[in-house]
């Protein structure tokens, strides 16, 4: 079970910290801070972008701060206004308590659809990368008629068999100095001693198996914040789901949806394309020399192929 999460642990977890944002674009905006209260449980968000549909911003993890799509919701706030949603357990969207009680896929679930009934729109354009592809998709294939399109960009394991694979990825990604880094900090005394600190270090350690240029995984991991990320939440979840599979949910889903994937991405190529085969109205596209997060690595691509896919909603 420790192997397990871990695995799940290191899903998307480098984009942490704050994406690279335009200062005079995003200086320009004025967010809307709000929240939503469910069964005693605040949940909150801001909206960056005063125009324009609805387009619904999901993070990593799951347990990762909405910070690290900061980027991605400076770029579509130019048209479309963003929601960053603090998911439960994350940001200022804390919990009592970290169990399968509080934290379980169908609890993130009736907390969007909470937040659309909130926001009384009809419909969402959802974007998500990695765990926030899982949900993206989860909810589309949950609440059909509340899903305009759907955008992931960068890819989230559809079932618990390629977690495993995107365990092993990235164990074959890592050079020597970086697995023994990250196996010092899995003994099980530094782990119990603070458990926290232990599995921040291991995911800096593991930074440079997520992207293709080197030097771009160097530098993300110096500018990693541990305040970014719950790390009480991926054990919840994976022990609430045990061995998830939304591939169901896939077959649901009847909004367009666009799946976007780095060529090196660590969940693997096969992930992707068996969630291209499973929805009837996907669009499958791969960015070379791209890893886990295509905004980041390859922006001029990545927005080109996103705006493309969006400005066919319109016809």
């Keep these: 079970m420790r192997l397990q999460i871990a695995a799940l642990t290191a899903v998307c977890l480098v984009s ?3 994406s690279p944002r335009p200062p005079i674009f995003a200086a320009q905006q004025n967010p809307v801070d709000g929240k939503v209260t469910r069964d005693g449980t605040s949940l909150y968000y801001k909206i960056v972008g005063s125009a324009g549909d609805y387009v619904l911003v999901l993070s990593g993890g799951p347990g990762e701060d909405i910070r690290s799509m900061q980027g991605v ?6 048209k479309y ?3 960053m949603w603090e998911q439960r357990g994350t940001g200022r969207s804390k919990l009592p308590k970290y169990d399968p009680s509080t934290i379980n896929l169908s609890a993130y679930l009736d907390d969007i659809e909470a937040l659309r009934k909130h926001l009384q729109t009809d419909k969402f354009i959802v974007v998500g990368n990695s765990w926030g592809m899982i949900l993206g998709l989860a909810y589309a294939g949950t609440y059909s008629s509340a899903v305009r399109a759907v955008v992931t960009i960068g ?5 618990y068999e390629y977690l495993g694979v995107f365990g092993d990825n990235q164990n074959t990604r890592l050079w020597p100095y970086e697995l ?3 196996d010092f900090w899995r003994e099980p005394s530094r782990e119990a001693a603070n458990f926290d600190r ?3 270090e291991r995911l800096r350690a593991a930074t440079s198996a997520y992207f293709y240029d080197r030097k771009k995984a160097l530098q993300m991991a110096m500018e990693l914040n541990p305040d970014h990320y719950n790390f009480r939440v991926p054990p919840a979840f994976l022990q609430a789901e045990e061995k998830y599979d939304i591939r169901p949910k896939l077959r649901s889903i009847g909004a367009p949806v666009l799946l976007l994937q780095g060529r090196q991405d660590l969940a693997g190529e096969a992930n992707i394309c068996e969630a291209h085969s499973l929805i009837r109205n996907s669009t499958l596209a791969f960015i070379d020399k791209c890893g886990h997060m295509p905004w980041l690595e390859q922006p001029e691509q990545t927005w080109k192929i996103v705006e493309d896919f969006l400005a066919q909603l319109a016809h």
Aim: with cysteine.
């Design 198 to 200: 232990a599995q921040f």
């Design 155 to 159: 890819s989230g394991p559809i079932t």
């Design 73 to 78: 919701a400076d770029e579509l706030a130019k």
């Design 81 to 83: 206004r963003c929601i």
């Design 180 to 182: 023994e880094v990250r």
């Design 16 to 18: 942490l910290c704050e």
